[in-house]
């Protein structure tokens, strides 16, 4: 299809369409924030001929053929990169000639859906109805302005795609909070599956410094960073700021000096469990351990095995969801533990603490954790009902593990912040058949003279 895609000529994408979109076809999740006028609706149609164009599979004895999702906010936006579609497949009856209409079997412009005849359709589709995304196997979803989706449509369209291994496009420009800046973030990383590019308007090798000079003088300096030089420039509703001057640490080996105590978020389902350890004198982490896919058999042993490594002297860890259990069993493998069970107001003061600490430069944090730099970067407050509360949490789609661990430490760091004292003897400990005790060593002997 990519021969006839331009009037009946052969599509020919430029550099970076070639690198950074159709080299990366294989991955499940691109997402681009791109600038205006820059070329990514072009590339965007092109990659919905090749899903279209791809072969049936047969699941369970039944025949499966592709089915194209074109998704916008709204049918307006959704009609910018639907209508060439349908002008390549449809045309008008008096417009121009439809360079693909030999592909077409039918097509109903009331539904915008268009049926090929290998069996393939492609149809428009609208946050306006998140409802109407939903039931239907769909083996990829493109989503132009994607910035601007409801958290109510993705969750509508996703599952769709979940029994077809579907692949999904996002374009948008760099503005907003959302999944959209989530998925790019992620893309950014080493999560498997997803890519992401961001460009200016001027990858558009029709426009000119003197055309994005002219756009500069007609917008304010956050709207041009945002919508031609894709660069994300909100801040409002994030809670940290200025924290990019407290990563100057490293990671400190074992063993420990005594003053070590340790932050624990275990993770749920498919999130991370996360562990940081941190020195209360300098108020310094030192050592890190992130995981996930571990049940608590195999991750309270690894956990018990970092406490040791340093000589902590306790884990402050969220027990929230998961109760006593993991605590409990991490108290009979010879580790002192405190578990917060995490409420608005508990945790508000926790993540509080954390803020407050890195806004003043007093927390020290390893340059190396891009981990938890991408966290704080997203981290989110966000008011509750109508009850004059604050929450906080990962923006949809991302997770905040190393933000809640190291806001963990760092909260009994910034109590016994310089602690120099020596760790206490410890106690001799044995397990009787009923329940552990504790027994303290003996004293030394009285000289009597």
């Not at 290998?118 to 409802?131: C, F, L, N």
């Not at 007093?362 to 407050?381: F, G, H, T, W």
């Not at 430490?409 to 912040?417: G, H, I």
Request: overall charge neutral; some cysteine.
């Amino acid at each position: 299809m990519w021969k006839v895609m331009k009037a009946g000529k052969p599509y020919s994408p430029w550099h970076w369409q070639a690198k950074h979109i159709h080299a990366k076809a294989d991955l499940k999740y691109l997402v681009y924030a791109i600038g205006r006028r820059a070329g990514k609706s072009e590339a965007m149609t092109a990659e919905v001929l090749r899903e279209l164009s791809k072969e049936p599979v047969e699941v369970d004895g039944i025949v499966h053929y592709p089915v194209v999702y074109i998704i916008a906010p709204n049918y307006e936006m959704t009609m910018r990169i639907w209508e060439p579609i349908w002008d390549l497949f449809v045309g008008e009856e008096e417009g121009p000639y439809a360079p693909l209409a030999t592909f077409k079997a039918d097509h109903d412009k009331q539904r915008k859906l268009i049926k090929l005849k290998t069996g393939a359709r492609v149809q428009a589709k609208s946050a306006d109805d998140p409802k109407s995304m939903r039931g239907e196997r769909v083996t990829a979803a493109f989503v132009d302005e994607a910035q601007d989706m409801p958290e109510e449509a993705y969750r509508a369209f996703l599952p769709a795609l979940m029994d077809s291994n579907g692949v999904v496009r996002l374009t948008g420009t760099a503005s907003g909070r959302g999944r959209f800046r989530t998925y790019f973030i992620l893309g950014q990383q080493d999560e498997p599956d997803f890519y992401s590019f961001s460009g200016p308007s001027t990858l558009n090798h029709n426009i000119s410094e003197e055309d994005m000079d002219r756009e500069l003088r007609t917008h304010t300096e956050n709207e041009f960073r945002s919508e031609y030089l894709a660069e994300w420039t909100e801040a409002e509703g994030l809670v940290f700021k200025n924290y990019e001057q407290c990563f100057t640490g490293g990671w400190v080996s074992p063993p420990g000096n005594g003053m070590n105590i340790m932050g624990l978020d275990i993770g749920k389902i498919n999130d991370y469990t996360v562990a940081y350890v941190g020195n209360m004198k300098n108020q310094q982490i030192i050592a890190k351990d992130r995981f996930r896919g571990l049940n608590f058999p195999i991750l309270e042993p690894r956990i018990a095995k970092l406490y040791r490594d340093y000589d902590c002297r306790f884990i402050y860890m969220d027990a929230t969801g998961m109760g006593e259990g993991p605590a409990d069993h991490l108290r009979a493998l010879g580790c002192s533990v405190i578990s917060e069970k995490f409420t608005n107001e508990s945790k508000g003061r926790i993540i509080s603490a954390f803020v407050r600490e890195t806004e003043q430069n007093r927390v020290i944090l390893p340059k190396e954790d891009s981990d938890l730099r991408n966290e704080m970067a997203l981290y989110e407050a966000f008011p509750i009902g109508n009850q004059n509360l604050i929450g906080y949490s990962a923006p949809a789609g991302y997770h905040d593990d190393c933000v809640v661990a190291a806001a963990l430490v760092n909260y009994k760091m910034a109590r016994n912040r310089g602690m120099d004292r020596p760790k206490p003897a410890p106690y001799v400990t044995w397990r009787s058949s009923d329940r552990p005790r504790a027994h303290m060593a003996p004293l030394p002997a009285v000289k009597v003279v």
